[in-house]
């Protein structure tokens, strides 16, 4: 049975009549993905909106970090594991699959990450994800402790921090949108 084949269960605006940067940007996705991320067209209820999630995610996501995009993707995937969001487990998922060349490793990380055999330091990496997901308010020095032990430097941590945060608010907002992921994403790197 074929998943739902809303975007969201909102009205959106008409996608021909966005804004031209936001159009640009769109021609820009099909070009280099195939597909417009339903994400981004979830975020055209507000023009500001989208431009600022936009940007925040490319910077997050692919600019500079210690992390690497993999390392990014990871705990995207654990995140939404945690909050149990369809749309991010689908499409940073398949994100893992893809980086990392191993199928089996999305598939255990959507799953349970703890069965994955990852080294000490992404496993520290994704527990704090985890913790800081589940659990905020006990986070505490042991856990950031925990971190530098495993060898993430300071810099590393509000990296982490940053991209756990940054996806239990996705997970939030298609949660509350009942956002569906691109039926594209089910069969790509596989």
Same mark, same amino acid.
């Given at each position: 049975?074929?998943?739902?084949?809303?975007?969201?269960? !909102? @009205?959106?605006?008409?996608? %021909?009549?966005?804004?031209?940067?936001?159009?640009?940007?769109?021609?820009?996705?099909?070009?280099?993905?195939?597909?417009?991320?339903?994400? =981004? /067209?979830?975020?055209?209820?507000?023009?500001?909106?989208? /431009?600022?999630?936009?940007?925040? +995610?490319?910077?997050?996501?692919?600019?500079?970090? !210690?992390?690497?995009?993999?390392?990014?993707?990871?705990? @995207?995937?654990? !995140?939404?594991?945690?909050?149990?969001? +369809? +749309?991010c487990l689908?499409? $940073?998922?398949?994100?893992?699959?893809?980086?990392?060349?191993?199928?089996?490793?999305?598939?255990?990380?959507?799953?349970?990450?703890?069965?994955?055999?990852?080294?000490?330091?992404?496993?520290?990496?994704?527990? +704090?994800?985890?913790? =800081? %997901?589940?659990?905020?308010?006990?986070?505490?020095?042991?856990? /950031?402790?925990?971190?530098?032990?495993?060898?993430?430097g300071d810099?590393?941590?509000?990296?982490?921090?940053?991209? %756990?945060?940054?996806?239990?608010? %996705?997970? /939030?907002?298609? $949660?509350?949108?009942?956002?569906?992921?691109?039926?594209?994403? $089910?069969?790509?790197?596989?």
């Amino acid at each position: 049975m074929p998943q739902p084949d809303h975007i969201v269960k !909102v @009205a959106l605006p008409d996608q %021909t009549k966005l804004d031209d940067d936001i159009q640009a940007y769109f021609a820009k996705c099909e070009e280099k993905l195939g597909m417009v991320p339903n994400v =981004l /067209r979830a975020f055209t209820f507000n023009s500001d909106k989208f /431009r600022t999630f936009s940007k925040f +995610y490319n910077q997050l996501m692919l600019g500079d970090s !210690v992390l690497t995009k993999l390392e990014r993707e990871m705990i @995207a995937v654990v !995140v939404s594991s945690c909050n149990r969001c +369809y +749309y991010c487990l689908v499409a $940073h998922g398949q994100a893992v699959r893809e980086l990392s060349g191993d199928p089996q490793l999305g598939e255990m990380l959507v799953m349970n990450y703890r069965i994955a055999k990852l080294d000490k330091k992404q496993r520290t990496m994704l527990d +704090y994800a985890w913790k =800081l %997901t589940d659990t905020p308010h006990d986070i505490c020095d042991e856990d /950031r402790e925990a971190l530098k032990q495993a060898g993430w430097g300071d810099d590393a941590i509000c990296d982490i921090t940053d991209v %756990t945060a940054f996806f239990n608010y %996705t997970n /939030r907002m298609a $949660h509350g949108l009942d956002m569906i992921p691109n039926p594209e994403y $089910h069969g790509q790197s596989r």
